[in-house]
Nanobody, 127 residues
Framework: QVQLVESGGGLAQAGGSLRLSCAVS????????MAWFRQGPGKEREFVAF????????YYTDSVKGRFTISRDNVKSTVYLQMNNLKPEDTAVYYC????????????????????WGQGTQVTVSS
């Protein structure tokens, strides 16, 4: 059974940083495309960042470009999201997701394209 476990969330001040981790177990990690999504209060789940199975391709939603960095360690079976210059609008529950499927520019941004999900970790940014 595949398990994704997020950690690293918490409270930060605007302009601060947090690093989220997502540890994967139960299947081979290095053939999984990975992504981070987030869901703010009263909002739909939205795409944040994507990294391909090899780590060679990364994509970000426009609102986090230049501030967030997604990376992965295939030895540790872990994907990371380094979040810098945090803003109050980044407040949300952050979820990591995984898929073995090939993705396109559109499909990688859709929650339905992912087969496995973590339980989420809360990130709160105060102004």
């Amino acid at each position: 059974q595949v398990q994704l476990v997020e950690s690293g969330g918490g409270l930060a001040q605007a302009g601060g940083s947090l690093r989220l981790s997502c540890a994967v177990s139960g299947r081979t990690f290095d053939n999984l495309n990975m992504a981070w999504f987030r869901q703010g209060p009263g909002k739909e789940r939205e795409f944040v960042a994507f990294i391909s199975w090899s780590g060679g391709s990364t994509y970000y939603t426009d609102s986090v470009k230049g501030r967030f960095t997604i990376s992965r360690d295939n030895v540790k079976s872990t994907v990371y999201l380094q979040m810098n210059n945090l803003k109050p609008e980044d407040t949300a529950v952050y979820y990591c997701a995984a898929t073995t499927r090939l993705t396109t520019y559109l499909t990688r941004q859709r929650p339905g394209s992912y087969d496995y999900w973590g339980q989420g970790t809360q990130v709160t940014v105060s102004s």
